[in-house]
């Protein structure tokens, strides 16, 4: 999870409570969110395209002009989150629809309102993205490439989050119209929404991330490496990226529609034993019950939310503060449990793959021992031009997770790092 995605759709829905305004001038907001997007578009634009000529030129390096770009990337998109705050807050734009008739009874229309901007936003982002990729010839010109870039950037990035919470808007709008007392049809919002995160979201992930069968023979032997490791009833599908990540992930709580992607690129590049430590980490995650460790994570994280807005009353800014309060909270405690859930899943890879290997499953590393240095390996091969030093949000850094690997491996005792680990066996995750 992107932290400046995350915060980008977060604080654009947040935004939707914001105290409303008495009077709002319809143009004048319009206007304002409309310069104020232009010119941040037109700023990146010119930052990208002097980088392009620069590295054209012969000044830079192509490979230190694509990480430069990266950066500067980066830091226009938090930019941009900035703009986004001062087109809700300054402009206006989030009364502005709150308030309207058209949307005012509809959680969907409002999430859509909320949402436009930022999605603007990234519709630059990835505008700005494919001109220098055309600048430098590494894609081809035309509006039927730059539409191929939107939809593969929205589905591999802002898509898992804003479709869902759209779908979600959208069955909540659906069951407050369903006949009977509005109490009944708002007690049955929750059950819906926890019906849809267990059931259908899988399924809408399968979709949105765009997915195919795998091999028979690639399906058969990961299957057995997930029945062997206590998982069954799971499918399996190849995640389509067009060849640009490496990535894996298991979604869903549920056996019958709990699905493991697998990116085209660690099925296609990567040999057999890294993909096998790669399966053996989100069957880790599975069966440790990570993901249900993180939810609950998050419950103290919006209690204090809910406790910072309540000591804020009557304040009309009660609500935001109470929200900014949460998404803090959470931010950093998610920082830590993720770190150490990480940790974990690749310890307990490491160590199931020595007794795979003991009870003759192939394509699996012999020990302990062998298995770290293995996904060390993959994990070296997939950040392959990034700083191993460099930790994200919701994973350690590539040094941090070798070491911690090696440390435990290399223990023949119960103690050590693994042992450090408050995390205790069990089902579901990511």
């Known amino acids: 999870m992107n932290p400046y995605l995350f915060l980008l759709v ?22 304002a969110s409309s310069g104020l997007w232009a010119g941040w578009t037109l700023l990146s634009l010119l930052a990208s395209r002097n980088l392009s000529l620069a590295a054209r030129r012969g000044d830079l390096d192509p490979l230190q002009a694509a990480k430069l770009h990266e950066k500067i990337t980066a830091a226009f998109g938090w930019l941009g989150l900035v703009v986004v705050g001062l087109i809700h807050v300054g402009f206006g734009w989030a ?33 700005t993205e494919h001109a220098y990729g055309v600048q430098m010839g590494y894609v081809a010109k035309g509006t039927r490439p730059l539409l191929d870039a939107w939809g593969h950037s929205f589905r591999s990035g802002i898509a898992w989050l804003t479709v869902p919470i759209l779908l979600l808007m959208a069955l909540a709008d659906g069951i407050s119209l369903l006949p009977g007392e509005p109490w009944l049809a708002e007690s049955a919002v929750p059950i819906a929404v926890l019906l849809f995160v267990v059931l259908l979201l899988p399924l ?16 058969e032997w990961v299957a057995s490496l997930l029945r062997a490791s206590g998982i069954h009833r799971i499918r399996i599908r190849r995640w389509e990226t067009g060849g640009s990540t490496y990535n894996a992930l298991v979604a869903g709580f549920v056996p019958p529609v709990r699905t493991l992607l697998i990116s085209d690129r660690i099925l296609d590049e990567l040999p057999t034993h890294q993909v096998a430590m790669i399966v053996l980490h989100e069957a880790a995650h599975v069966r440790r019950r990570h993901m ?21 009353e009557p304040s009309p800014w009660a609500q935001t503060i109470g929200l900014i309060a949460g998404v803090a909270a959470t931010m950093a405690i998610l920082l830590v449990v993720a770190h150490r859930t990480e940790h ?8 199931q793959a020595e007794s795979l290997a003991a009870a003759g499953i192939r394509g699996v590393p012999d020990d302990a021992i062998q298995a770290a240095e293995c996904l060390a390996t993959a994990l070296r091969r997939v950040t392959f031009g990034g700083d191993p030093n460099r930790s994200t949000w919701l994973h350690p850094s590539v040094r941090k997770r070798i070491t911690v690997m090696r440390e435990a491996t290399s223990m023949n005792v119960t103690g050590g790092v693994a042992a450090a680990l408050p995390i205790r066996s069990g089902v579901a995750g990511n």
């Open 10 to 31: 977060v604080v654009s829905l947040g935004c939707g409570s914001l105290p409303p305004r008495e009077t709002i001038d319809v143009y004048r907001c319009l206007a």
């Open 292 to 312: 249900p460790l993180r939810i609950l994570a998050v419950v103290p994280a919006w209690a204090i939310g809910f406790g910072v807005g309540w000591l804020c």
């Open 204 to 219: 809408a992930l399968r979709i949105i991330f765009r997915t195919s069968p795998i091999r028979p023979d690639q399906q």
């Open 344 to 351: 974990d899943a690749d310890i307990w890879a490491c160590r």
């Open 95 to 127: 009364s502005m629809g709150m308030t309207s008739g058209w949307a005012e009874s509809s959680r969907f229309l409002q999430a859509c309102w909320l949402l436009a901007p930022a999605m603007t936003i990234c519709l630059s982002q990835w505008t």
